[in-house]
T-cell receptor, first 116, second 115 residues
Framework: AAGVIQSPRHLIKEKRETATLKCYPI?????VYWYQQGPGQDPQFLIS???????DKGSIPDRFSAQQFSDYHSELNMSSLELGDSALYFC???????????????FGEGSWLTVV | GNSVTQMEGPVTLSEEAFLTINCTYT??????LFWYVQYPGEGLQLLLK?????DKGSNKGFEATYRKETTSFHLEKGSVQVSDSAVYFC??????????????FGKGTKLSVKP
């Protein structure tokens, strides 16, 4: 079965640079979530989109922005990168519209961002 | 607010030992409950879930029962294997009206199984 696809899997950036992460949800899933997991930490919710509109906002810094496109893929844009942004960034998707009654959230394998 | 509390690790067991990882939650509505597993260097994988009280989720020999009266969702396995070594996250997702909220995770419990 198709899973959530994230790219790139690994990314190294310097301080103050920008980075863009991409996420392709499971087909027919209408909701995308972004999470940040620091080293040894639990995943923290950043932001989510339902049908291309922002649906919920968590601890996303103002330097970060995200959007969901017409084909339901999503991009997380991170600017003025700081050392503390080094983390594993997960994208996840689900179907609020009813494909999965339990609305299970499925995660991608994550994108490792290292800021040096 | 909503929260998840799970037992702190690390938990170290011998192969074939019985595993319990405690998880309790606080929620204002009717959450769905999940266990996710993260193997070393990998992403999050859904292990099992339960969407209403008294439901039992099970997968790969692991099981957990949604106990509304004790607000708990403890993870159990009768006989662990070395390959079960990973970090286990308990999580909840609360429904708001017709939509589902995002996941709230516990801090994770690292399990190490020795041969």
């Amino acid at each position: 079965a198709a899973g959530v696809i994230q790219s790139p899997r690994h990314l190294i950036k310097e301080k103050r640079e920008t980075a863009t992460l991409k996420c392709y949800p499971i087909p027919r899933h209408d909701t995308v979530y972004w999470y940040q997991q620091g080293p040894g930490q639990d995943p923290q919710f950043l932001i989510s989109f339902y049908e291309k509109m922002q649906s919920d906002k968590g601890s996303i810094p103002d330097r970060f922005s995200a959007q969901q496109f017409s084909d339901y893929h999503s991009e997380l844009n991170m600017s003025s990168l700081e050392l503390g942004d080094s983390a594993l960034y997960f994208c996840a998707s689900s179907s609020i519209g009813g494909v999965d009654p339990g609305n299970t959230i499925y995660f991608g394998e994550g994108s490792w961002l290292t800021v040096v | 607010g909503n929260s998840v509390t799970q037992m702190e690790g690390p938990v170290t067991l011998s192969e074939e030992a019985f595993l319990t990882i405690n998880c309790t939650y606080t929620a204002t509505g009717y959450p769905s409950l999940f266990w996710y597993v993260q193997y070393p260097g990998e992403g999050l994988q859904l292990l099992l879930k339960a969407t209403k009280a008294d439901d039992k989720g099970s997968n790969k020999g692991f099981e957990a029962t949604y106990r509304k009266e004790t607000t708990s969702f403890h993870l159990e396995k009768g006989s662990v294997q070395v390959s079960d070594s990973a970090v286990y996250f308990c999580a909840l997702s609360e429904r708001y009206g017709g939509s589902q909220g995002n996941l709230i995770f516990g801090k994770g419990t690292k399990l190490s199984v020795k041969p």
